[in-house]
């Protein structure tokens, strides 16, 4: 497993502050942010590369913050790979298992074992320097396992690729991971390998952990407008919650009122919040709604986007407003631009931070 205690790295102008995480043992844990907010150098930070201003690395319960990279036992996949390329594609695999306790045959064996694994054993006579960026990827993965790492640290191991055989690394990468039982770490821009792959997910703002959990708590329930705009977990508003019953019990029934806009929500706290409703949430219809959803109001169509089997529906109720339907059913209710539709959601459906 990997502990962080409160990590504080300094780059430059950079602070990297008030790092804690804990990946549990054969984990898999994807670390998300914008750029420049520190990704990268929390991997280096925990590989010994980036020197700690304070704080402890633990692999395994040991604490490993004064041992250099080379005695962490883990593996590291840069984003631009870092192959040898006066090494063939065997010799790059072959190059971080210790010689001096595997004999010629269990690093024969080993590197053909990685190969089988990764699709790569055509390859292994062939330099380097010809491979396509997905070969080039499967060898730097096979170099990084080599060695049998505890630990496994991936930055952005799929941005150099086209889209579908990013697709097919992510799923050899999956299926990898859970047979070798590696703990992961990887860095990514990606929010489908976010959840598709983690589970756990740690979002970055600026050199600290904005918000971590699974997956489903990080984009279903964001903490703070700032994730739920970087995750795109929906529409943020800004406003403020009055109380509209008399009590203190928590949980209770509530207004929240942005400009013109006046919704009822349940709340925990009386002040300014924002709001966050997801598209999804949002059920449309060309007439009157007659559900137990306690926010009603029409709305005009702006634009349609359709992805697939799902269509995003640009509303405008004053203010933009995105929904999301079945792009069946936007066929069905035959929706255009300047449409007029009724639009709802259950005071429940709104998340307040």
């Avoid at 590291?76 to 006066?86: A, T």
């Avoid at 800004?238 to 949980?251: I, K, N």
């Avoid at 349940?266 to 300014?272: M, Q």
Wanted: hydrophobic share 40%; glycine share 8%; charged share 25%.
């Amino acid at each position: 497993m990997i502990r962080l205690e409160d990590l504080h790295v300094r780059v430059g102008a950079f602070d990297l502050s008030g790092i804690s995480l804990e990946v549990p043992q054969g984990g898999y844990a994807l670390i998300i942010g914008p750029t420049g907010s520190g990704k990268t150098t929390l991997l280096e930070a925990i590989a010994g590369h980036a020197r700690l201003e304070k704080g402890r690395v633990f692999m395994h319960g040991d604490d490993v913050t004064a041992l250099p990279p080379e005695r962490r036992g883990l593996g590291f996949v840069y984003q631009q790979y870092h192959l040898f390329p006066h090494l063939s594609v065997r010799d790059n695999i072959g190059y971080g298992i210790a010689r001096g306790r595997s004999s010629n045959g269990q690093v024969r064996d080993r590197i053909h074992e990685l190969a089988d694994l990764l699709a790569i054993t055509p390859l292994l006579d062939r330099s380097v320097r010809g491979l396509s960026g997905g070969e080039q990827q499967r060898v730097a993965l096979a170099r990084a396992l080599a060695p049998k790492p505890s630990i496994l640290l991936l930055d952005e191991p799929f941005a150099a690729v086209d889209p579908s055989t990013r697709q097919i690394l992510r799923r050899e990468l999956r299926d990898l991971h859970q047979r070798e039982g590696i703990t992961t770490l990887q860095v990514t821009h990606d929010f489908d390998e976010a959840l598709r792959l983690g589970d756990l997910v740690a979002v970055l703002s600026e050199g600290r952990i904005a918000q971590s959990g699974t997956p489903e708590q990080v984009f279903r329930y964001p903490n703070s407008a700032f994730v739920a705009r970087f995750v795109g977990s929906g529409n943020v508003i800004a406003g403020t919650v009055e109380r509209s019953s008399p009590g203190e019990a928590r949980p209770f029934p509530a207004k929240f009122r942005s400009e013109s806009l006046l919704l009822d929500v349940v709340a925990e706290r009386e002040g300014p919040s924002h709001a966050i409703i997801r598209p999804e949430d949002i059920v449309l219809s060309l007439t009157p709604h007659s559900d137990s959803a306690r926010n009603h109001m029409e709305a005009r169509v702006v634009r349609l986007e359709r992805a697939g089997p799902v269509t995003l529906v640009q509303l405008d109720i004053g203010r933009p407003l995105m929904a999301s339907v079945t792009t069946a059913s936007a066929e069905e209710m035959q929706l255009r631009i300047g449409a007029v539709v009724m639009i709802a959601f259950k005071a429940t459906a709104i998340l307040l931070v």
